[in-house]
């Protein structure tokens, strides 16, 4: 929901001080364009980690939107397997909708954290390669949950046609490249500060990640794209 405000603003004196600063500024536009853009991508980048310090994980608007989209997707009689889990509190608002959850990530600390935070009788935590799980323990699941997984990977089609054949439904979610008219500023200037996190491989934008998707025989089924976020609801495409 978004908001109303008075026609005429209170006066913002940092506004005015920087508008000041920018008139006199001793640059042409295109340096001061790619300052704008890093001073930009810096601040950004400040509020958001400030923002997982202030809210609880429950609380978090970013992990509410994300709730809220699985919570009309997900049924009660899902199997479903949370590939990178971190410290788990994704797989425990899941184990709340779905019959069984299970959680998988290569960090021991988070696992362990995860294990002794979160408990449903519903609810497991494995700290394993996903797909060495799945050979170990060779049962079917519903729903794979891919949460900002794809985007740290050299091979995102390859790895997608590793797992798809284990499951029905696939959630991804990561950063949207087509979030801002910005990245474009930044892409014709090759501006440096681009990425989302500096251990990102890719930076999808939507037609991409579509396409990625269509290639490893994934079909998106339903999408949101809000707050800078791709959420996409997939189903496997059999025989593919």
Known sequence: MGITTPRKKPRNLLLSILY????VLPMGTQRKLRLYLDLEWIFDRLAMETAFKYYKPDQHP????????LQERIGSGHAVLDLGCNKGDMSFALAGMAREVVGV?????????????YKRPNL??????????????????DVLILSHILE???????FLKAFKDHFTYIYVELPDFDKTYLNL??????????????DHVSEFDRAELRTTLE????????AEYRFGIQRLWCRVQEGF
């Not at 000041?20 to 008139?23: A, C, V």
Request: aromatic residues 12%; neutral net charge.
């Open 215 to 222: 290639r490893a025989g994934i079909r998106i089924q339903e």
């Open 152 to 158: 740290h990977l050299d091979n995102p089609e390859e």
């Open 62 to 69: 970013f992990r509410q939107h994300a709730q809220a989209f």
């Open 20 to 23: 000041r600063i920018h008139q």
């Open 124 to 141: 497991s935590f494995h700290n394993s390669d996903a797909l060495v799980y799945l050979k170990e323990h060779p049962k079917r699941f």
């Open 105 to 117: 990530d290569h960090n021991a600390a988070a696992v362990a954290y995860a294990r002794n935070t």
């Open 185 to 198: 500023y930044r892409k014709d200037l090759d501006v440096k500060l681009i990425y989302t996190d500096d």
